[in-house]
């Protein structure tokens, strides 16, 4: 393998990345346990109040929340992609995602429109926020030559 394109100096503090591992597996239990205290009619339909909660709980809870965690670990690495204010970033972002993806599923359970449209709010600005930090920061990245 070639590593001479890595820029591990670049690596941002383990405490970035690790917040967004460390949230990743609450929300897979919450999801697990959940459908097991709706038991079989919450799978009844895709469409039913538990099913819903538990899918979003395991896409943007579990799935999306380890995506951005690696994502800004791995960018400044691999493509030498800087990403400004990484700690206030990547804090405001991982706030943002617990908190749309909880509300998410309070709305889809309470079937309350209120919870819902914040959900939706908060999760736009999360991952509004995401794809901006990283495309800026890829965009802004310096271009390597083929090898």
Do not use: K
Not at 79 to 102: D, E, F, K, Q, Y
Not at 110 to 121: G, I
Request: proline share 7%.
């Amino acid at each position: 393998m070639n590593y001479t394109g890595l820029s591990l100096d670049e690596a941002p503090p383990f405490s970035i990345p690790l917040r967004f591992f460390l949230s990743a597996p609450p929300f897979g239990v919450a999801a697990a346990l959940l459908l097991a205290w709706t038991g079989p009619q919450a799978l009844a339909s895709r469409w039913t109040p538990a099913a819903l909660a538990a899918v979003h709980l395991m896409t943007l809870g579990y799935l999306t929340m380890v995506m951005a965690g690696a994502a800004l670990q791995l960018l400044p690495v691999l493509a030498g992609a800087r990403i400004a204010r990484t700690r206030t970033v990547s804090a405001g972002l991982h706030v943002l995602l617990c908190a749309g993806t909880a509300l998410l599923a309070v709305g889809f359970l309470t079937t309350s429109r209120t919870t819902l449209h914040w959900a939706l709010v908060i999760l736009i600005a999360a991952l509004a926020s995401l794809i901006l930090v990283t495309g800026g920061a890829l965009h802004g990245a310096p271009s390597r030559p083929q090898s």
